[in-house]
């Protein structure tokens, strides 16, 4: 009897164990809220220590906690890196809008995303509905960005850079960085390819001077976020999705440069400087409603501007125009052409010419991105070195009284303020979503929910303040 009940625990013992066996082994794919770290190796190879392999096949299901929403839409290809980036997945379909993605189950919070693409010509990185990263270059590119998730899941997908190119994924790193699904301070860069992010990141011989932005900024206070594309002009900037990108996640004490002119007055892209003015207008207002910082910023001349021993560029690119915008709507300017001009005369025409691509008077070589974000930063060094005043301020202090039973903040009235109401006040404002409590989100009791009720929210939640000026 003992030897049968004796039997009977070993199997049932043998069966929890078994169990046990599968359950973790789901544990090391499964996205839960007591893990902060997830690698995933892309493609039909082998599988990298210490990452979870995922298949073109791989379909996403709540079990499993990842996948590809439509795998009929992906395909394995091989990588010519070593390891995890062997192999990858091929994104067939794509689009910044496009249903095709990767997911991952994730608790809500800040996220630092990393991605390396497989064989690749010119590729970007979209996520949640807009851009992240934008057009990385050259086999198993890497870059990195931050991510707050609001609703459970993260979705990613690579798309085009360059049309008629493979948009591939070999890897990709997932690190929570916070329980409060809000982005540190950004530094947000717009522009051109005499802006834009060259790869790899570290060690590119062409150069953005918004690439090298992060050599100069205290990153433990701000992250870089350059969203600059070569070939861009203001308009396209705005209409194709990089201005949306920022729009999404820009939020008061972020600072906004942008840097445009040099495409504009392209004959390709037919902009007439009234259209440019209109178009950068536009841009300035939207970020100013936010409360976000904004700086316009002019390009420099070409290296070949010189007359005698003297750089001079200041009618080149729009500059005016710029400027009459800056002076109009009340925002800081950085004159990069005069800046940079100074700096070009007093070094001399030939160390001027070896700061630019071999053969190239407009694109700067990583020395000469290196020089030029020196000079941004230090003419724009207050921004950063102080709280980064924001530029839509309350001009009158509203006479508030409270209303008994509400709860100030609390939008989606579930009882507490806390980071989603913050997601939804955000959302509001930038028009995605109306279904708030207007009473609830007007915390600083003006009639309306705008960039300072968005503010005085995040200071809350942040523990900054302790109660709303409308109280609660």
């Known amino acids: ?21 599968i359950l973790s082994n789901t544990a090391k794919v499964y996205v839960n809220g007591a893990t902060t770290n997830y690698k995933f190796d892309f493609g039909g ?4 220590s210490g990452y979870t392999g995922v298949s073109a096949s791989t379909a996403y299901n709540k079990t499993l906690g990842y996948g590809f929403n439509t795998p009929s839409n992906m395909k394995n290809v091989t990588a010519s890196g070593s390891g995890a980036l062997s192999d990858a997945v091929q994104f067939v379909k794509y689009g910044i809008k496009s249903t095709n993605t990767f997911n991952v189950d994730l608790p809500n919070g800040l996220y630092e995303v990393k991605v390396t693409l497989g064989n690749t010509s010119r590729a970007s990185v979209a996520a949640e509905g807009v851009f992240q990263i934008i057009n990385m270059t050259g086999n198993n590119a890497v870059d ?7 609703d459970g899941q993260l979705n990613i997908l690579v798309t085009e850079g360059k049309a008629g190119t493979a948009f591939t994924l070999s890897a990709l790193e997932i690190t929570k960085l916070s329980d409060n699904p809000v982005t540190n301070k950004t530094l947000w860069i717009g522009g051109d390819s005499t802006t834009c992010n060259y790869y790899p990141l570290d060690t ?3 150069a953005g001077w918004g690439q090298l ?16 594309a070569s070939g861009q002009c203001a308009r396209g900037f705005r209409d194709d999705g990089q201005f949306e990108a920022i729009m999404k996640y820009i939020k008061p004490g972020d600072i906004f440069i942008l840097e445009f002119g040099i495409n504009d007055t392209a004959a390709k892209n037919n902009t007439t400087e009234a259209q440019y003015k209109e178009i950068m207008t536009d841009m300035v207002k939207q970020v100013k409603a936010i ?8 390009p420099q001349g070409r290296s070949t501007d010189f007359s005698g021993d003297v750089h001079s560029s ?22 990069l052409n005069v800046l940079s001009s100074k700096y070009f005369t007093s070094i001399g025409r030939e160390a001027t010419l070896a700061l630019f691509m071999s053969g190239d008077a407009v694109h700067p070589n990583r020395s000469g991105a290196t020089e030029l974000a020196k000079l941004v930063y230090n003419d724009l060094k207050d921004l950063f070195t102080s709280t980064a005043t924001p530029t839509v301020k309350p001009t009158v202090t509203p006479v508030v009284t409270s209303t008994p039973g509400v709860i100030y903040g609390d939008v989606n009235e579930s009882g507490n303020v806390d980071s989603i109401d913050f997601a939804l006040v955000r959302k509001y404002i930038l028009g995605m979503d109306n279904s708030i409590s207007i009473i609830n989100g007007d915390v600083n009791g003006d009639g309306s929910i705008n960039s300072i009720d968005f503010a005085l929210i995040r200071q809350f939640i942040l523990g900054i303040i302790s109660k709303f000026p409308i109280g609660n």
């Open 314 to 335: 200041v009618n080149r690119w729009y500059r005016k125009t710029t400027i009459a915008v800056a002076n109009e709507q009340s925002v800081r300017l950085c004159d």
């Open 144 to 150: 990195k960005f931050q991510i707050p998730i609001t």
């Open 291 to 298: 409360g976000a910082t904004m700086v316009l910023l002019t």
């Open 213 to 228: 932005m992060p050599k100069y900024v205290d990153k433990n206070v701000y992250q870089v976020r350059n969203m600059a």
């Open 204 to 206: 590119s011989t062409q």
């Open 45 to 48: 190879g082998s599988v990298e």
């Open 1 to 21: 009897m003992r030897k049968k009940n004796l039997k009977k625990i070993l199997k049932t013992l043998t069966a929890v164990f078994a169990i046990s066996l």
